[in-house]
């Protein structure tokens, strides 16, 4: 039987392609650096490494509670307490398998034919090729630097029709920070023709020289996704959450226990040690902070365009103009000659995917000076 014409038209998600490559390259005992991937240069913090192993030991293996365990849930709500001064009662937030859960329950809830969602380009892929299955319409909104790459409410004017938005802020692959009056503003015109919004705000806690605050504040109407695989560094345990408003939980609850039945219950329990310690996460953002100060002048240096300091996440969205080379085909030239990983603008969207490509900085400092000085000899010769 021939594969379904979903599944069939669904794209890749180049940077994890790019990564599998390189990964094989590596196994074939070539050095690569990896400016690609969106994956914390840091181990998981100790304390909530112990956790897990305690949880192991005592035997906390079993299916947990499809919304999450309670105590889990309880300590997002104070965290929201704790950090943005906002009471979210446990009951709305739902944890789950990854951000990328929250994605697969939120779409399946509430896209269908006939209904349309709309998404930023350049914009995180995922959002797009996660909604396809559901065969709605799919509208995406062109970005630039000039607006600090948001969209705005008099775009969405523009369209026929917006079911649903989704934004993420901080951005990938851009790294920009959404003013909360434009947040707001996207809000209230949603709301006022019976709209949602979702804010992934799965890189908070990873800002830097910006106020950022979370889409919480502003309206318990607004769909939140987060997760503990960046700022905590837990890309691997595969655990996110979101907050719904109270009618969508019941929903999404069954759509949960048939799809994913429950998240993965080590990782909940590691993850009960993750709000403890602020210090060590402060640590790990002023040390992005650095790769993101070191990283922007060279890159410029070596004649990429940076339009826009990008002010969160661990993302640089640069220009690459100057080359004459498509972005597909730089990638993959960087890799094969310079053993640098770098990921092509094609994987965010159409709009400009040509001529940009993503730089990482999450990995150490002295792998991306390594990259650049790599890079620089090979552009020297391309
Ligand atoms: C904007 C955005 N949302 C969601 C995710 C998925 O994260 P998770 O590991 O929680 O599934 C990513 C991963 O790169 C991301 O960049």
Redesign the pocket.
């Known amino acids: 039987m021939e594969i379904s014409k979903r599944a069939d038209r669904i794209s890749p998600f180049y940077v994890m392609e790019l990564l599998e490559k390189a990964r094989m390259m590596e196994l074939q005992g070539h050095r690569i650096i990896h400016m690609e991937v ?1 994956e914390p240069g840091f181990e998981t913090p100790g304390p909530i490494k112990e956790a897990a192993v305690a949880a192991l030991n005592e035997g906390k293996t079993f299916y947990t509670h499809s919304l999450g365990i309670p105590e889990l849930r309880r300590a997002i709500s104070d965290d929201y307490a704790n950090s943005c001064h906002v009471d979210i009662p446990p009951d709305r937030i739902i944890v789950t398998n ?4 929250a994605f697969t329950l939120l779409f399946a809830a509430l896209l269908e034919p006939g209904r349309t969602l709309v998404l930023s380009d350049p914009g ?1 892929p ?1 959002y797009r090729n996660i909604a396809s299955l559901t065969d709605c319409a799919i509208q995406s909104i062109r970005v630039s630097a000039e607006n600090n790459y948001e969209i705005l409410p008099q775009h969405l004017d523009a369209l026929p029709s917006a079911d649903l938005l989704v934004v ?1 802020n901080p951005s ?1 692959p851009t790294g920009a920070v959404y003013r909360p009056e434009t947040i707001a503003a996207l809000h209230r015109r949603l709301s006022d023709a019976g709209a949602l919004l979702i804010v ?1 705000e ?2 908070s806690g990873l800002t830097y020289d910006v106020d950022f605050s979370s889409s919480a504040c502003i309206s318990g109407d607004i769909i939140l996704v987060s ?1 503990f ?1 960046k700022a905590y560094a837990m ?1 691997g345990w ?1 655990l ?1 959450w979101m907050v719904v408003p109270p009618n969508l939980v019941r929903p999404i609850q069954r759509l949960a226990q048939n799809l994913f039945i429950a998240p993965p219950s080590i990782s909940q329990y590691a993850a009960l040690k993750a709000f403890d310690d602020k210090e060590v996460l402060a640590q790990m953002c002023s040390l992005y902070k650095n790769r993101r100060d070191f990283l922007i002048p060279r890159l410029k240096g070596l004649g990429f365009v940076i339009p826009r300091i990008p002010d969160g996440a661990f993302y640089i969205y640069a220009g690459i103009d100057n080359f004459g080379i498509d972005s597909m085909a730089f990638v993959e030239r960087a890799l094969s000659e310079a053993g640098v990983a770098i990921t092509p603008g094609y994987d965010f969207g159409e709009y400009g995917a040509s001529s940009h490509v993503r730089f990482s900085y999450a990995d150490k400092l002295d792998n991306l000076e390594e990259g650049c000085d790599r890079l620089e000899a090979w552009l020297g010769n391309v």
């Open positions: 969106g990854g951000s990328s859960g995180y995922c993420a990938n992934d799965i890189y997760g695989s890309t595969r996110g």
